[in-house]
């Protein structure tokens, strides 16, 4: 299962965390993608993380503000997002898979085999 929170409302420019909490199956051979959905329009994969070797990757819109976690202790990933924009706004998932980061790419990372509950993210201007 697995468990996204800590959306919110920001002003543009500011910050927020998100965790993906995972259990039921084994966190450390998996890959975690995050991914966004607008009401009305396409999936669009944002970030993934390795946690077998930590190794992430992420679309180009959000390199340099956005940076993907892992702790693997707590079995949880987190998203951190910084400078956000309104066009940042979203419905924020997890997903997991077997498969690593390179087999989806940032991009395609709504395409894993396991999804949590969204978490939504509003970010004003």
């Known amino acids: 299962q697995l468990q996204a929170s800590g959306g919110g409302l920001v002003q543009a420019g500011g910050s927020l965390r998100l965790s993906c909490a995972a259990s039921?199956?084994?966190?450390?051979?998996?890959?975690i993608g995050w991914f966004r959905q607008v009401p009305g329009k396409d999936h669009e994969g944002v970030s993934c993380?390795?946690?077998?070797?930590?190794?992430?990757l992420y679309i180009d819109s959000v390199k340099g503000r956005f940076t993907v976690s892992s702790d693997n202790a707590k079995n949880t990933v987190y998203l951190q997002m910084n400078s956000l924009k309104p066009e940042d706004t979203a419905v924020y998932y997890c997903?997991?898979?077997?498969?690593?980061?390179?087999?989806?790419?940032?991009?395609?990372?709504?395409?894993?085999?396991?999804w949590g509950k969204g978490t939504l993210v509003t970010v004003s201007s």
């Open positions: 993380i390795s946690n077998s070797d930590g190794s992430a």
């Open positions: 039921g199956f084994s966190f450390d051979d998996y890959a």
């Open positions: 997903a997991a898979d077997i498969q690593n980061c390179d087999y989806y790419s940032a991009r395609y990372v709504y395409g894993m085999s396991h």
